[in-house]
């Protein structure tokens, strides 16, 4: 009922479709889009005037600002991207992350970013609750292995593909690395943080899940690096990840790299080191710090 209730105005409207507000006014005088008038002659439309003129005039608005308009889902996704609903969002993308629906995923993905939202609001706000409650319905028994890791692989064939699109400058002010330590799996969270960095203008050396430290001290001879980004979600191995983790920080201490960290993993072990700069808790902090 909400949704049928929900009206826009000529610059909403104009935006959902991909078009100018003087194509909506000419296409209101026409006949061609329906509306409803004020008394102060202002035109306000609901999403089924504006579903009713997609599906007969598909070439006039054929591609929107953000994607390509094909049906009323993709009318409502828009809607819901412009007003910044992240509530909806979520429960949309987690429900086709199951269905491995990527198309759909991505289409989320790729609106918000081209609809002007930074990339750590998208992580913050959308991928990381997601993955938070993908994890927590499995936990709980009410999604099954094979539901997570559908979910989990989509969401990240997802922000891998996001990439693509992601303006990164030209100019580079400075080479970090990003990675996993020896016996972590989950890179998600590190994709999302290089992403960021790379457009941020650094140039990015993505090591990700299951780095060996041998000989990587011969990378930072090489490329000169600035920092060191390590995230870390599931711990399985306390002692040796404390161990490899004071291994990569005496490096970087001796190469005068500054060592940031993030992921709930680091709440499992000490953390207390020269060589680390930050702790980072979301993705904002990526973004900030």
Not at 61 to 87: C, M, Q, W
Not at 152 to 164: A, E, M, N, V, Y
Not at 181 to 196: G, P, Q, R, T, Y
Request: hydrophobic content about 35%; proline content about 2%; overall charge positive.
């Amino acid at each position: 009922m909400k949704e049928t209730l929900q009206y826009f105005n000529s610059q909403e409207a104009a935006k959902i479709l991909g078009v100018n507000v003087s194509s909506i006014k000419r296409w209101t005088d026409e006949g061609k889009l329906e509306c409803i008038k004020t008394a102060g002659g202002h035109r306000k439309f609901m999403m089924e005037h504006l579903s009713h003129f997609l599906e007969k005039n598909k070439k006039k608005a054929s591609k929107v600002n953000l994607f390509p308009l094909e049906d009323t889902t993709d009318l409502k996704i828009s809607h819901y991207i412009i007003r910044g609903d992240f509530d909806y969002l979520r429960n949309y993308v987690l429900k086709n992350a199951v269905a491995c629906e990527r198309n759909r995923v991505q289409q989320v993905l790729n609106g918000l970013y081209l609809g002007q939202y930074p990339l750590h609001r998208i992580y913050d706000e959308l991928i990381t609750p997601i993955m938070y409650d993908v994890g927590s319905y499995w936990n709980q028994g009410q999604m099954s292995i094979a539901e997570e890791h559908f979910a989990s692989q989509t969401i990240r064939d997802s922000i891998i593909r996001l990439q693509g699109i992601i303006r990164v400058p030209r100019k580079k002010i400075g080479n970090i690395i990003c990675l996993n330590l020896s016996n972590e799996l989950h890179d998600i969270a590190l994709k999302m943080v290089d992403h960021i960095l790379e457009a941020r203008g650094f140039q990015i050396f993505y090591s990700g899940q299951k780095t060996l430290l041998d000989d990587i001290d011969k990378v930072f001879k090489k490329h000169k690096l600035k920092r060191l980004y390590i995230s870390s979600t599931v711990v399985e191995d306390v002692e040796t990840f404390q161990q490899e983790f004071k291994e990569i920080c005496d490096i970087c201490k001796s190469y005068n790299v500054d060592v940031y960290i993030g992921g709930q993993g680091f709440g499992l072990v000490e953390v207390n080191h020269p060589a680390v700069v930050k702790q980072l808790f979301t993705f904002q902090d990526v973004h900030n710090y």
